[in-house]
């Protein structure tokens, strides 16, 4: 790369040095600012800049970006005001930035501005301050009790907080103001807490022949330090996470940092204590619920290496570390790994960008990996590691159906009677059941017996659903509420509404009624407060506390309950009814594999039972029999066929506006000008799966590409065409949609 700034010495004499900013707001492109003399820079420090009326934060580029634009009058360049104190990101992370933007066609600056993520990192730090004994210190003077016991406790040298020192010595504060004012005590900064530095050989783990050889070929992928990127495919229980542990230890013995990205951080405790386990410190937590300050210690410790492995959620690829050298994706199938905000990334496939730019490898495991993922692992394009069998030796669960057309439920009830069956038995054995639904609330759909009114959101296109602990009806896309109704909005018809339809809360009900003396856990993210909370309840199930967990989606993952037996799927149907997503088979069937694999896991026997009206579809199908092979097979080929992904590129363009009208007419100018092209197809417009969300009306344009072609090429021209929008008209663009 050619030097960033001419010498000085080739300048004419009075030309002023200039570097390119980017500065992190919606614009695509850097800015040339007067280096001024005293100030020095480099590519990627963060720099004070004046932008418009304000001064903000940018990051100084290694070359210029973008539309040069009219060529600005030297004497109206502007000059960097300071440089930040905050360490400078390195060039793969340039890259790394510009790649994303170029992929998702989001603009620079606003992928820049996810690597800025940590707002406390940019502020100056405050130091905190502490007292500490002066060495041969003078003569005290008065020594009270008091004076004697503070200065006893703070002769071990340590730096306290004068409030920490007083109460130790179970004095006022006054006291230890007294011991700095005689000299016998200092004032001094304390110094920021140092994560612990992860041990990679704290517990050396024996592994079965067959994980043995997995830890091996993954232990050789990290010692060839080049890009490769291997898929870890085992069952649940197959051992994963203690393998893919050992190729952190050896990313570690190497001396490079490693992130090992979890789609729902906050609440893997269990993860955590295994990761203690295996390196003998907690790694460095990375997510949403850390506090201002936390972020940008992380920020720091990832940019400086004093963070070694950082566990995190998607946005922990975003960290400026110095010198990563492994990436783990745990549950890369999730669909938490999909962003689609601001700039709409797969951290799954950014994960893959960013190994192949340092030349590391990137590990993707899952029990259900991704058609995606698949595909490249048959293709050759990833090694593949499997994992076949569970790590216990337990088998897997033996999954049944329980054909509601057959066998419904009594009326005014949603267990069938053998999975009631079922769970006495359990109950009877001393053994835990999961109920899982996954749908939170008391009844998605609130309906008029009387004039059949059915209680919409007025803000979206949805039924409001009722919330019966806290007596309200909710909206699940935009939080609208109002309290439960006493009779019909429409017809006014007292006592008329019925609840139609089960939520986890109904279910909790029946449990009630039909299990008086079983100890319930009700888990969904509406009824547990916090973190704190729900980690609780998730100790207690794992000491057997709880005999019946009832739960959404939130128990579905990465949880390890051992004494769970038997797992009953109050709806299998609910996620393949949900229109004619072509995605919808693979994540059903992902999210039924993983509830029923919570069962059985370390000494009990376990079974699934599904509920369902059509046993026989493909997805049902695979998920009774355990053929995931069959089901892969299906599914790839219905993908192949219709040339979806990954064997064809889609992109959905949505355009969104309060006017209905406004947003339909704006969608269709917009597809009029799309460019011709033989091999691209332009579908739509057409209201988007949601049409209406927030009280926008959404249409959406799909375009299917082949994958070869250069799609970002052809929506960068086809947007040059488009006429600047107007009101409140916009158009998200979403590369790769995870939903199509
Ligand atoms: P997965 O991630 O594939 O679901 P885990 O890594 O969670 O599997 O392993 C399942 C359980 O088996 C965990 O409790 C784990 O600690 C245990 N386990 C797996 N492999 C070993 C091993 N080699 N030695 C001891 N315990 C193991
Ligand atoms: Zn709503």
Redesign the pocket.
């Given at each position: 790369m050619d030097s960033l700034f001419a010498p000085i010495d080739d300048e004419p004499r009075g030309a002023p040095v200039t570097v390119p900013v980017v500065m992190a707001v919606a614009l695509d492109q850097t800015y040339d600012y007067i280096v001024p003399e005293g100030v020095e820079v480099e590519p990627g420090c963060f720099v004070l800049v004046p932008f418009g009326p304000q001064t903000r934060t940018g990051v100084v580029w290694d070359r210029p970006v973008g539309e040069p634009g009219k060529p600005v009058d030297p004497k109206k360049l502007k000059a960097v005001v300071a440089r930040l104190d905050v360490p400078p990101l390195a060039e793969i992370t340039l890259r790394f930035a510009e790649w994303i933007a170029k992929y998702t066609l989001a603009p620079l600056g606003m992928t820049v501005r996810m690597m800025m993520s940590a707002r406390a990192a940019f502020e100056p730090v405050k130091p905190r301050f502490g007292v500490t004994v002066v060495e041969g210190a003078a003569d005290p003077g008065r020594m009270t009790p008091a004076r004697r016991k503070a200065l006893d406790i703070a002769g071990d040298g340590a730096i306290r907080a004068k409030s920490a020192l007083a109460q130790e010595a179970g004095c006022s504060t006054g006291v230890v103001d007294g011991l700095v004012a005689s000299g016998n005590l200092v004032e001094v900064a304390i110094p920021e807490k140092r994560p612990p530095l992860p041990d990679p050989h704290h517990r050396e783990?024996?592994?079965?022949p067959e994980?043995h050889q997995a830890v091996h070929a993954l232990r050789a992928s990290v010692d060839a330090q080049n890009f490769s990127v291997t898929l870890l495919d085992?069952?649940?229980?197959?051992?994963?996470?203690?393998?893919y542990f050992e190729a952190v230890a050896r990313a570690l013995e190497h001396g490079r940092q490693a992130v090992i990205m979890l789609p729902e951080i906050a609440l893997t405790d269990q993860f955590m204590r295994?990761f203690h386990s295996r390196f003998g410190c907690a790694p460095v937590e990375w997510h949403s619920a850390l506090s201002g300050p936390e972020r940008g210690r992380v920020w720091r410790q990832a940019a400086t290496g004093e963070a070694r492995v950082v566990v995190g959620a998607r946005s922990a690829l975003f960290l400026p570390f110095s010198d990563l050298g492994l990436i783990i994706v745990?549950e890369e199938h999730d669909a938490g790994y999909k962003q689609d905000d601001r700039v709409h990334y797969q951290a799954r496939d950014m994960a893959v960008v960013r190994g192949n730019l340092g030349g590391f490898p990137v590990l993707l495991?899952s029990?259900t990996p991704s058609i995606e993922t698949h595909v490249n692992a048959r293709t050759g394009r990833y090694r593949h590691v499997v994992?076949p069998g569970?790590?216990?030796g337990a088998s897997l669960p033996d999954i049944t159906a329980i054909d509601l057309k057959t066998t419904p439920p009594d009326k005014g009830r949603w267990l069938a009677p053998p999975l009631v069956e079922a769970v006495a038995n359990t109950l009877a054995d001393g053994q835990q059941t999961l109920l899982f639904l996954n749908r939170r609330g008391y009844a998605p759909l609130t309906l008029c017996r009387t004039c059949g009114h059915r209680i919409e959101c007025p803000q979206c296109t949805a039924w409001l659903v009722e919330h019966r602990f806290r007596g309200r009806l909710h909206c699940h896309h935009c939080g609208f509420s109002i309290p439960l109704p006493e009779k019909c909005p429409k017809c006014s018809e007292p006592g008329s509404l019925v609840a139609c339809g089960p939520g986890v809360e109904r279910v909790a009900e029946e449990v009630a009624e039909r299990f008086p003396d079983a100890r319930v856990a009700l888990l969904s993210s509406d009824l547990v407060p916090g973190l704190t909370e729900m980690r609780e309840i998730i100790r207690s199930i794992e000491a057997g506390g709880i005999d019946i967990v009832i739960g959404t989606q939130m128990v579905a993952k990465g949880h390890?309950f051992?004494n769970l037996a038997t797992v009953g799927i109050v709806d299998g149907d609910l996620g393949l009814a949900q229109g004619a997503d072509p995605r919808a088979g693979e994540r059903t069937f992902q999210l039924l594999h993983q509830v029923t694999?919570r069962a059985g896991?370390?000494l009990t026997e376990g079974r699934g039972l599904v509920q369902t009206h059509m046993p026989e579809h493909p997805v049902m199908a695979a998920i009774i029999s355990g053929d995931r092979e069959a089901f892969l097979n299906h599914e790839i080929a219905t993908r192949r066929k219709g040339l979806l992904p990954p064997f064809g590129r889609l992109v959905a363009l949505v355009v969104a506006a309060r006017e209905k009208d406004v947003a339909q007419q704006v969608a269709r100018e917009i597809t009029r000008r799309a460019p011709r092209s033989e091999k691209i197809e332009v579908l739509g417009p057409a209201e988007a799966p949601l049409s209406i969300i927030r009280g926008r009306h959404r249409w959406r344009i799909l375009v299917k590409a082949p994958r070869e072609l250069d799609v970002q090429g052809y929506l960068r021209a086809w947007m040059a065409e488009v006429p600047p929008l107007k009101g409140d008209v916009r158009v998200s663009i979403d590369i790769d949609p995870y939903s199509f």
């Open positions: 783990m024996e592994f079965t994980q085992g069952v649940t229980g197959s051992g994963k996470t203690e393998v295994r745990d495991a029990a994992l569970r790590y216990s390890h051992p694999g896991r370390a």
